[in-house]
């Protein structure tokens, strides 16, 4: 009995040796599942990663010298156009006012009076009472308490223009995004008070390669979606391409400009951007699974011709739904050309074929 079973199990393996086809005498052929390549011009989204910024972002700062004296805008805090941040002491800078006030109505005082004098001395004059010298002396006097009164009233417009200034006060509607000073201090000209942020639309920075940038211009639509905010979709438009790379990573600034009327996007927040784009020309389109990548980050697709593998090395070009969009590196790829999607991590170039939809109809 044992020789019977030996006998039999050489027999099945011959029947089966001789019942697989193979080419060249070499391994019997690989049973794969393909799929025909397409050629197509899709709209392909360049996906970048950025961050978010205010639209405008100021460092309010105090035009004049003075001590704080009180400071209403707190960080975080949200303050409309003309909100007072930061109020210096004045009492000094009123005293001033209210005696260059009483100094002025002095000398108005004697410009009536000097007009009355000019008035009488005109009249005798006429009637060679008195003589051209006496009447040109009160005339004389007469312009020079109005041109004193001119010079006091520019003296107390500026002191105040300096009062006015004296209130610090927003210049947009924001949120103070931070202090720099406090109740107290003594802040000279241009010391800032609070930094201000308008996040009423902010702008989405991000990097583009050079190789990319000549696909993106003003006016592009975007779809933008943040880490901090999962699940919600931002709609945005390009808005400007900054003309000037960096010099380290050879990528171009591209400002995206995204509504923010409800303030969920705050500054510096992670944004991932997707620009559709259409590509210029037509381009070959494979499964995705009919790529096979490669440890140097490179990879291939296998195409099948008469009934045996072809590698193709490709470059990805874009990712589109279900496919790569691809370029040849070497050898030859067409629409229509049938590539594998099952069966072609482990095909050698020139190994022999089995396609299942042919085996199916056989």
Known sequence: M?????????????????????????PPAALVVT?????SRPRVPLTFVGLSEARFSS???????????????????????????AQLRTHRLELQIEEARAALGEVEARITKAQTDVRR?????????????????????????????????????????????????????????????????????????????DLSVVHVMIPVP??????????????????????????????????????????????IEVDNRQGEILGGMLARVSLDQDLQEATLLVPKDAFVPQPDGQGFVVRVIEGKAEIVPVNILAAVEDFFAVA?????????????????????DGQAVREASAEAGS
């Open 210 to 255: 050079e190789q990319q940038l000549a696909r993106i211009a003003p006016g592009n639509q975007a779809r933008i979606r943040f880490d901090a905010l999962p699940g919600r979709d931002f709609s945005g438009r390009v808005t400007a391409v900054i003309p000037r790379a960096d010099a380290a990573a050879r990528t171009f600034p591209v400002q």
């Open 59 to 85: 460092a309010v700062a105090s035009e004049v010298e003075g001590l704080v004296e009180a400071l209403p805008a707190r960080r975080g805090r949200h303050v409309e156009r003309g909100a007072v941040l």
């Open 35 to 39: 799929a025909p390549v397409e050629e």
């Open 121 to 197: 001395a005109r009249e005798l004059f006429e009637q060679a009472i008195v003589s051209e010298e006496e009447f040109q002396t009160r005339q004389t006097e007469l312009d020079a308490l109005e041109q004193s009164a001119r010079n006091r009233r520019a003296a107390l417009r500026s002191l105040d223009d300096r009062l006015a200034r004296m209130t610090i006060r927003a210049p947009f509607a924001g949120r103070i995004a931070a202090e720099m000073t406090e109740v107290g201090q003594w802040l000279r000209e241009g010391d800032q008070v609070v930094w201000l942020d």
């Open 2 to 26: 044992p020789a019977f079973f030996a006998l039999l199990v050489i027999l099945l393996f011959a029947v089966n040796l001789h019942a697989q086809p193979r080419s060249g005498g070499g």
């Open 328 to 348: 040849p590196r070497e050898g030859e790829l067409a629409a229509g050309d049938r590539v594998v999607i099952r069966g072609n991590e482990r095909l050698r």
